[in-house]
């Protein structure tokens, strides 16, 4: 077992605790060349141990000295996933923890073939990310965000900004861990693939007392009257709208929809990944889907308004819904399907995708309909 070989920046434990053998005995988990994940944990007392992917479960065998061992496929790329010990969840200090599902999670990150170089930390510089608090008049409190910076950083420079939201359960952590983003732009950057940008990550599931309305839309608040200014007035950066963009994956992406449509004088650039056009569940139509009865001013709006879905995402019917709701009207977006589901995988894949399409100025093909 290489126990220097744990995923650092991803989990909650950013050392984590390789555990006393004569005491605790040798508990690991290993990634095998294979994709598959061995883990011998000890619970000497217990009648079950089992790995559950969201009701798919593993059986861990009852080894010596109240070890418990197995080997298993739980797919390629970022998984969660639950430790059950005689049907209790429990979190383990031997295994990686995220943050997911509105809770401390365990997980495993299993290369992807064909996208190992992504982000790897040898050979490019690297950029930083800071954690600031911002004061908001619309919760009352202050609300933290994440401010990505490229390594060629020059608070002489006026840069562009991108604003990344995550998904429902998760934080303003879950782009810099799970999803690796500040990693992938750093290779970009020194590829030549991108522009110098700032990303800002907040959290899209804040809570105000006394708010009454829906929570997707309270974000929308926040962002537009707390962290843009805050942003604009701590960094250099440029604030006319074609060099401000905005993206999420899931409910990250309803937000950038209704926030971005909605304020179209704001955003010249939209990410949609896991992308919801429309509510799910909206029984009635939306208001910010209403310029797009206007082609001609959504067209005009945005250089780039991208969507991008999962092949296997269990939303995809709302994605084959806003297809159909696109049909008819002649407005440019990007269309993308990447093999996977609604996981990490899907939204670094769409990530990578869509960073090199922004504040490219004298390009404005990357606006195309495909």
């Known amino acids: 077992m290489d ?14 605790y390789a ?10 988990f290993r990634i095998n060349p294979d994709g598959t994940v061995f883990f011998r944990l000890k619970a000497p007392n217990a009648e079950t141990v089992e790995i559950d992917q969201f009701g798919s479960r593993h059986a861990l065998t009852r080894a010596e000295d109240g070890m418990w061992e197995g080997t298993f496929d739980l797919g390629r790329g970022f998984k969660y996933f639950f430790l059950k010990i005689d049907g209790a ?10 943050y997911g599902c509105c809770r401390p999670m ?36 202050h609300e933290i965000i994440l401010v990505w910076a490229p390594a060629s950083f020059d608070p002489l420079k006026a840069y562009p900004v991108l604003y990344l939201q995550h998904g429902y359960g ?14 992938i732009a750093d290779r970009l950057l020194a590829e030549g693939r991108m522009e110098e940008m700032l990303i800002i990550m907040a959290n899209g599931m804040m809570r105000a007392p006394g708010w009454t309305g829906e929570g997707r839309d309270l974000f929308r608040q926040v ?17 006319d709208k074609w060099s401000r963009a905005m993206a999420g994956l899931s409910m990250g992406s309803y937000q950038t929809s209704v926030t971005t449509l909605t304020h179209p004088e704001l955003f010249g650039y939209a990410g949609l990944f896991s992308g919801f056009l429309s509510f799910p569940r ?30 296997e995402d269990q939303f995809f019917a709302s994605f084959t819904r806003d297809d159909a709701l696109l049909a008819d009207k002649p407005v440019r977006t990007v269309r993308r399907t990447f093999p996977g ?5 899907v939204w670094r894949r769409s990530i990578r995708d869509f960073l090199p399409m922004l504040f490219r100025e004298n390009d404005k093909a990357a606006a195309r309909s495909d």
Not at 89 to 98: A, F, M, S
Not at 341 to 345: I, L, N, T
């Open 223 to 239: 962002l537009l009257t707390d962290i843009i200014p805050f942003v604009e007035s701590r960094f250099p950066v440029k604030t």
């Open 106 to 141: 365990h997980f495993v990150d299993v290369p992807v073939p064909g996208e190992e170089d992504w982000d790897l930390l040898d050979g490019v510089p690297h950029g930083s990310v800071s954690r600031l608090y911002v004061p908001s008049s619309v919760t009352g409190k």
């Open 170 to 183: 998760e934080n303003e952590t879950g782009w810099t861990y799970q999803g690796h983003v500040g990693r």
């Open 89 to 98: 969840d429990i979190l383990d200090p031997y295994l990686p923890i995220g």
């Open 19 to 28: 555990g006393e053998p004569g005491r605790d005995g040798d508990q690991c």
């Open 3 to 16: 126990k220097t070989a744990y995923p650092l920046d991803t989990a909650v434990s950013f050392d984590p």
């Open 282 to 311: 909206a029984e009635s139509p939306e208001e910010h889907l209403a310029i797009l009865d206007t082609p001609e001013v959504f067209n005009e709006a945005f250089r780039v308004f991208y969507r991008a879905m999962g092949t």
């Open 341 to 345: 589901g609604h996981d990490w995988s």
